[in-house]
């Protein structure tokens, strides 16, 4: 039998998040970065970028999945395990490569990308294991990290994404809503946390019939597993005082939302209360300064040094946003559009960032836990428009 390196397999009809333009305008912004840094083929590897300009989340189960950008084609390439379906959810084209031997990927890739040209690549994703086939295979006259240039692509969002984005925003809150619904004294994390979650899946294919519904997720802290922000769920049963980390993370064709806010069961004590009201004086501080043309570092070093003049700095753990857009705890990363002191981005109108103050108190403290509130905004012409409605603070937020 005659097994092929690679082939075609188109069926179905195709459906993706946006409209054709909106891919064709992403394409076309990155040939014009490619034009400037002198690149003839894009060989992408990363979900996040694979998504953005194609619309085709992959699942790589330990397989390579690429897209190859050149001045007239864009291909994804995807593996025969998946059939069909990287076609139906791609712009562009597509082509599937077998696992009859090794290195039929890139012999895919190089049939798109072509031998001896400028080839971008990403950075920050493509690994030394790929990289030396990608030499071998394409023998580049030169490579140059072209990742930079797609972040900053993506910083700036399309009035398409801001309406998908705020899709999101909705949808968390849905869930946020059904947690504090589900939040009571011997309920455990888990169980609150499913709560959210189902709400939310249900809730996002009720508003996308036609959508693939996958990764969306809550994190639900309760006591001490609220000192980081990122702590697993786990099933610790509720007590009545604890504080408590509501966290919704609606997942939408590969964009990320998020609600953030934190609770109290039954009651609240004065110190941590004290702690609680500084936290949310300090988000709405921050996001009264998220206006176009502040950068990252001058809006953190406002947000310090008003942590700083109620001697609560040391408990900060982390920045205090971060951009919006294709991104998840699995894929992705928008570094350049950060609330940190390192990163001197200039605010600017299409952007959408989150403020997203917290302070850990340790254990053995006053007020031990962690405090955390969290909207999203939409940075406009003369400000932002925070398009988060679930409330924060005290006065909605001390539940049973």
Same mark, same amino acid.
């Given at each position: 039998?005659?097994?092929?390196?690679?082939?075609?397999?188109?069926?179905?009809?195709?459906?993706?998040?946006?409209?054709? #333009?909106?891919?064709?305008?992403?394409?076309?912004? /990155?040939?014009?970065?490619?034009?400037?840094?002198?690149?003839?083929?894009?060989?992408?590897?990363?979900?996040? $970028?694979?998504?953005?300009?194609?619309?085709?989340?992959?699942?790589?189960?330990?397989?390579?999945?690429?897209?190859?950008?050149?001045?007239?084609?864009?291909?994804?390439?995807?593996?025969?395990?998946?059939?069909?379906?990287?076609?139906?959810?791609?712009?562009?084209?597509?082509?599937?490569?077998?696992?009859?031997?090794?290195?039929?990927?890139?012999?895919?890739?190089?049939?798109?990308?072509?031998?001896?040209?400028?080839?971008?690549?990403?950075?920050?994703?493509?690994?030394?294991?790929?990289?030396?086939?990608?030499?071998?295979?394409?023998?580049?006259? #030169?490579?140059?990290?072209? #990742?930079?240039?797609?972040?900053?692509?993506?910083?700036?969002?399309?009035?398409?994404?801001?309406? /998908?984005?705020?899709?999101?925003?909705?949808?968390?809150?849905?869930?946020?809503?059904?947690?504090?619904?589900?939040?009571?004294?011997?309920?455990?994390?888990?169980?609150?946390?499913?709560?959210?979650?189902?709400?939310?899946?249900?809730?996002?294919?009720?508003?996308?019939?036609?959508?693939?519904?996958?990764?969306?997720?809550?994190?639900?802290?309760?006591?001490?597993?609220?000192?980081?922000?990122?702590?697993?769920?786990?099933?610790?049963?509720?007590?009545?005082?604890?504080?408590?980390?509501?966290?919704?993370?609606?997942?939408?064709?590969?964009?990320?939302?998020?609600?953030?806010?934190?609770?109290?069961?039954?009651?609240?004590?004065?110190?941590?209360?004290?702690?609680?009201?500084?936290?949310?004086?300090?988000?709405?501080?921050?996001?009264?300064?998220?206006?176009?043309?502040?950068?990252?570092?001058?809006?953190?070093?406002?947000? $310090?040094?008003?942590?700083?003049?109620?001697? /609560?700095?040391?408990?900060?753990?982390?920045?205090?946003?971060?951009?919006?857009?294709?991104?998840?705890?699995?894929?992705?990363?928008?570094?350049?559009?950060?609330?940190?002191?390192?990163?001197?981005?200039?605010?600017?109108?299409?952007?959408?960032?989150?403020?997203?103050?917290?302070?850990?108190?340790?254990?053995?403290?006053?007020?031990?836990?962690?405090?955390?509130?969290?909207?999203?905004?939409?940075?406009?012409?003369?400000?932002?428009?925070?398009?988060?409605?679930?409330?924060?603070?005290?006065?909605?937020?001390?539940?049973?």
């Amino acid at each position: 039998m005659n097994r092929p390196d690679f082939y075609r397999f188109h069926q179905g009809d195709r459906i993706l998040p946006f409209e054709p #333009a909106e891919y064709d305008a992403r394409l076309s912004g /990155l040939r014009r970065s490619m034009v400037a840094e002198g690149v003839g083929a894009c060989v992408f590897t990363s979900m996040q $970028n694979i998504a953005y300009y194609s619309g085709f989340l992959y699942c790589s189960f330990g397989r390579p999945f690429g897209l190859v950008v050149t001045a007239t084609d864009s291909v994804t390439i995807s593996a025969g395990i998946d059939a069909a379906q990287p076609w139906r959810r791609c712009h562009g084209d597509n082509i599937t490569y077998t696992d009859w031997q090794r290195d039929n990927f890139w012999r895919a890739i190089l049939s798109v990308a072509g031998a001896g040209r400028v080839v971008g690549y990403e950075g920050d994703h493509l690994t030394l294991a790929q990289k030396g086939p990608l030499d071998f295979f394409l023998k580049p006259s #030169a490579t140059v990290d072209i #990742a930079p240039a797609t972040m900053r692509q993506r910083m700036s969002k399309s009035q398409a994404e801001i309406a /998908l984005i705020r899709h999101g925003a909705q949808v968390a809150d849905i869930g946020g809503y059904a947690m504090r619904d589900a939040i009571r004294e011997g309920a455990r994390e888990i169980d609150v946390a499913m709560a959210g979650r189902d709400a939310m899946e249900l809730e996002i294919a009720r508003r996308f019939p036609e959508g693939e519904y996958r990764d969306t997720w809550v994190w639900f802290q309760s006591g001490i597993n609220t000192d980081g922000a990122h702590n697993p769920v786990t099933g610790r049963i509720l007590q009545r005082g604890d504080v408590l980390s509501l966290n919704a993370f609606p997942m939408i064709s590969g964009y990320y939302t998020a609600l953030e806010r934190t609770l109290f069961l039954g009651e609240v004590d004065d110190a941590s209360l004290k702690i609680w009201e500084a936290n949310v004086a300090a988000h709405e501080y921050g996001m009264s300064l998220l206006r176009p043309g502040r950068s990252c570092a001058e809006v953190t070093e406002a947000i $310090n040094a008003f942590f700083a003049d109620r001697d /609560l700095l040391q408990y900060r753990t982390f920045g205090y946003g971060h951009s919006f857009g294709i991104l998840s705890h699995h894929y992705g990363r928008e570094a350049g559009l950060e609330l940190r002191e390192d990163i001197d981005t200039v605010l600017e109108p299409g952007m959408v960032i989150s403020m997203e103050p917290m302070l850990t108190i340790p254990e053995g403290r006053p007020g031990a836990g962690g405090y955390r509130e969290h909207d999203i905004l939409v940075i406009t012409e003369n400000g932002n428009e925070d398009i988060t409605g679930y409330p924060y603070g005290p006065g909605f937020n001390v539940v049973g």
